[in-house]
């Protein structure tokens, strides 16, 4: 890293006094290059073992990259925390304007200490750091209206990114999420809750500033190759085009979508929601995250009759996405494109996840049906699948919290069937809720040892659909020797907050070229190294927080119902986990 | 020749262009750029691109104190830096906002109206044309 590039200060605030102090932590960003490995870090520094995530204790950490701005695609903010939903390592990424806001404002960590006596917002506006009162913002019906009035509150329109919660994150509900620039979520693990307890609704910052570079006439270059391959690139394209939703029909012909709290693995009828449906009847507009020329993000315009005044219409834009059409659509048999859109609209009023939100739904409903639960518990809903109408007042009810029932169902799917039973449809790995991938072992081992427990950590998928196609069969070390080595890859590219969906164009040979001009000399062995190394922080992190791999199990349904390839076998998973701790070689 | 925004409707709000209008000015990062990219509300109503649309009778050369803003030839102005001294009478005329402002110089960040912009739009917003430009981001 060059001795004046700005990553190196990390901005600790500390919301019980509003005091704030920036630290050069070149040692860090030297050691861990910045994103999840600088983060993990700080992590270890900062949160206590064993503390409450609710506690004042429990840190927020955002980190950025030493390529963001400077490259790009570079356009994640990785935040980490210990998480209320599983109660171990909590790792979100988002993108919209963050990244790029936190590098531009001159920073590149912030640290997030203690809690706020009264709600408050945090204003960083480059070197300019406030803590500003938002009892006025607290208990607002939407989430969008608070993200509305900091942003007519505060400096810097195109420069800044405003990450705020809605009244799940207020009320603590363990899945509730972060939202940025109205579509893009830290939505995974329960940031929104942290943040809530922390009495802090939102996070405004931006700046605009100047970068060094190790010599410019190289960086010049070296950005038009970068740039001509993201636009060039067919998976942009294809990220461009239709987006995540792309994925629905493939996988529902494969057999692989979660269907009805995974009773199937294929939705019928599924065109009406697959992403060419969504595509032709409602995309109403395509964004970008700040310096990606992709464009990934598909948003919906949904028009639909007022109910009480004929010839009044409303249209609302909506985010949507794989993962929704996975929690809001087949997860709960709706198959009415407008009722998932009503779905994810209802989740972002309140801020919550939809992935954990969906499959809290989809167990709930079959609890309900088996008889386990009673309308009593549901104050008076009737859970069906495909009603979505159903599961709109149900979101409510998760937000509204009336009873009993409905504080263990913001508690998570864990939770909720340990005290109704039901924990054979439980659908979560490790407490997180799980996503919208039933391709085979694969796919589940990497949600069991990724370290978010996110499909994201390692695609696993990936490796069950490559074995599909070429007919081939797995062998559990195998498989673990791969999702291992995938995860460390990515520790590498999320530590330089590059889009996964860029990881095809960021080799390692262009991912040392590109540290090269923003002034670090790494090579090929050092990255792979330092992939290692963080994977391993991470993993520290977890064991010490009371991850054990003998705890660890698939819910009965994921066995019994067959992936594309077979049922998913028992002893493969077991095979594999007994590799895992051997390979591991941690407590 | 004039850049334009010939397309707002494809914005996708990436922000490649501010990228590249400082870039080309060998500095990396946001600091110098003559564009810029914002949301007309919220994302969900899309965006606006701020450019200097190359008035034939610039008001930021009128307002010049010191007569550092040149109408170039093709409408516009160019920056004498050595002449201003950083008065922001020039960001105060411009109705459009496309006078933006480089905080750690303390000059004003004004359009050449080279086009650098435009070969990086991936989606064919912007364009250099022959004028008038009759767009203002829209």
Not at chain 1, 320 to 330: R, S
Not at chain 1, 556 to 569: K, M, N, Q, S
């Amino acid at each position: 890293m060059l001795a004046n590039d700005p990553l190196k200060n990390v901005l600790y605030i500390d919301l019980a006094t509003g005091a704030s102090q920036v630290r050069d932590r070149t040692d860090l960003f030297a050691a861990r290059l910045g994103g999840a490995g600088v983060a993990a870090r700080l992590l270890h520094e900062e949160c206590p073992a064993g503390c409450d995530p609710f506690a004042p204790e429990n840190p927020v950490v955002f980190a950025v990259g030493p390529l963001t701005g400077l490259f790009p695609l570079a356009s994640k903010t990785v935040a980490m925390f210990k998480s209320p939903l599983t109660g171990n390592l909590g790792e979100s990424h988002a993108g919209g304007r963050s990244a790029v806001a936190i590098r531009m404002a001159g920073y590149g960590a912030i640290v997030i200490r203690g809690a706020s006596p009264a709600p408050a917002y945090l204003s960083v506006d480059g070197g300019e750091v406030r803590l500003k009162d938002a009892r006025s913002l607290w208990g607002l019906d939407h989430s969008a209206t608070a993200g509305r009035i900091i942003r007519e509150n505060e400096r810097g329109a195109g420069l800044r990114a405003i990450m705020r919660i809605g009244t799940a994150g207020e009320k603590r509900i363990r899945y509730a999420g972060v939202t940025t620039e109205s579509y893009r979520h830290f939505g995974r693990l329960g940031l929104g809750a942290v943040f809530g307890a922390k009495n802090l609704k939102a996070v405004a910052v931006g700046g605009r500033r100047e970068l060094p570079v190790a010599g410019i006439r190289a960086y010049r270059e070296l950005y038009e190759e970068v740039h001509r391959a993201a636009v060039e690139s067919p998976a942009m394209k294809k990220y461009h085009d239709l987006g995540t939703p792309e994925n629905v029909r493939p996988l529902n012909a494969l057999g692989a979508l979660p269907v009805r709290n995974l009773q199937a693995g294929k939705l019928e009828p599924v065109d009406r929601i697959t992403g060419e449906a969504f595509a032709e009847s409602y995309l109403g507009r395509r964004l970008a995250c700040a310096h990606c020329p992709v464009g990934c993000v598909h948003i919906a315009a949904l028009r639909e009759p007022h109910p009480a005044e004929p010839f009044f219409y409303k249209t609302s834009m909506i985010g949507y996405d794989y993962e929704l059409i996975y929690a809001f659509g087949a997860m709960l048999g709706v198959t009415d494109p407008a009722g998932i859109l009503r779905l994810i609209e209802e989740a972002e009023r309140t801020g919550l996840d939809v992935m954990s939100a969906g499959v809290v739904l989809a167990w709930a409903t079959e609890a309900f049906g088996s008889g386990l639960l009673s309308a009593e518990h549901t104050n008076g809903l009737d859970l069906t699948f495909g009603d979505w109408q159903t599961y709109l007042k149900a979101l409510e009810l998760i937000d509204r919290q009336p009873n009993r029932f409905y504080q263990d169902l913001g508690q998570g799917v864990a939770h909720a069937s340990s005290v109704y039973g039901g924990t054979e449809y439980a659908l979560h790995c490790g407490g997180n809720e799980m996503p919208g991938y039933h391709t085979g072992p694969a796919a589940h081992l990497g949600f069991l040892l990724g370290a978010r427990h996110s499909h994201l950590d390692n695609a696993g998928y990936g490796i069950d659909q490559k074995a599909l196609a070429d007919g081939t069969a797995l062998d559990p070390a195998a498989v673990v020797d791969k999702l291992m080595a995938e995860e460390q890859w990515r520790q590498v590219l999320s530590s330089l907050v590059v889009c996964f969906f860029a990881r095809g164009i960021y080799s390692k040979e262009l991912v040392v070229r590109a540290l090269a001009a923003a002034g670090s000399g790494l090579d090929d062995a050092r990255l792979d190294a330092l992939g290692r190394e963080i994977y391993r922080d991470k993993f520290a992190f977890k064991f010490r927080e009371g991850f054990k791999v003998s705890e660890l199990a698939l819910a009965g349904r994921v066995h019994r119902t067959p992936a594309p390839g077979g049922p998913v076998d028992k002893e493969f998973i077991a095979k594999a986990l007994r590799y895992f701790t051997e390979k591991i070689g941690m407590p | 020749m004039q850049l334009d925004v010939v397309d707002i409707d494809r914005c996708v709000g990436c922000q490649v262009c501010m990228f590249a209008c400082t870039r080309r000015q060998n500095i990396a990062g946001l600091s110098k750029s003559c564009i810029h990219v914002r949301s007309l509300g919220g994302m969900e109503r899309g965006f606006t691109v701020i450019t200097c649309r190359a008035c034939p009778d610039p008001p930021c050369a009128l307002a010049c104190p010191k007569g550092a803003l040149k109408p170039r030839p093709d409408g516009g102005v160019l920056l004498d830096r050595d002449a201003c001294d950083g008065c922001g009478a020039c960001r105060q005329a411009c109705l459009i906002g496309a006078v933006f402002w480089d905080d750690a110089a303390n000059r004003p960040n004004i359009c050449i109206h080279c086009g650098y912009c435009a070969t990086h739009c991936p989606h064919g917003v912007l364009e250099l044309v022959k004028g008038p430009v009759t767009h203002a981001g829209q």
